[in-house]
């Protein structure tokens, strides 16, 4: 089931026809200590109670991931486990992905407020998330430097 699309990029369901391609996902071996292998990720969704799993796809090909929750205490919308094959790394599709992944829940779930986490050495998160203006809040969660970005300050175009 389609869920959301902006100019370029689709998210979708990850459902029963394109769980496998999630699964095969592969990123740069220097990004492999920031992102867990997307199998992992599924399987945090599946069994977690919490995440809902999203398949980044361009023209009709799976080319990426990422998940949503809401997180209970606040009711700020947390993005995670975002993944783009490096096949197509460099080309925008993450940032795109990002986008639609706040305009999405925004749109469709009334949420206001969002978050995401990266771990502090990987500075491709860092400067893709500060472009769309999302801003470091001091929190850590884990190991990871928290940002948030409220709907209305997020660059979505």
């Known amino acids: ?29 220097n990004q492999k200590d920031f992102v867990a292998e997307p199998s992992y990720y599924l399987c945090l969704c599946h069994y977690g109670g919490l995440w809902r799993p999203m398949a980044v796809v361009h023209r ?44 999405m829940p925004a749109e469709k779930h009334g949420f206001r407020h969002f978050a995401l986490s990266y771990k502090p050495d990987n500075i491709g998160a860092k400067k893709t998330y500060a472009s769309l203006r999302f801003l470091e ?11 948030e970005c409220p709907k209305g300050y997020c660059r979505l175009k």
């Open 60 to 103: 009709s090909r799976v080319i990426g991931f990422l998940m949503w929750a809401q997180d209970e205490k606040d009711g700020s919308c947390w993005i995670g486990g975002v993944i783009i094959d490096k096949e197509f790394q460099r080309k925008g599709y993450g940032i795109q992905a990002v986008r639609t992944a706040v305009e």
């Open 1 to 29: 089931m389609l869920l959301f699309m902006n100019d370029h990029v689709i998210l979708s369901d990850v459902t029963d026809e394109n769980w496998r391609d999630v699964a095969e996902l592969d990123v740069r071996d």
């Open 137 to 147: 809040t001091g929190e850590w969660e884990d190991d990871e430097i928290v940002v």
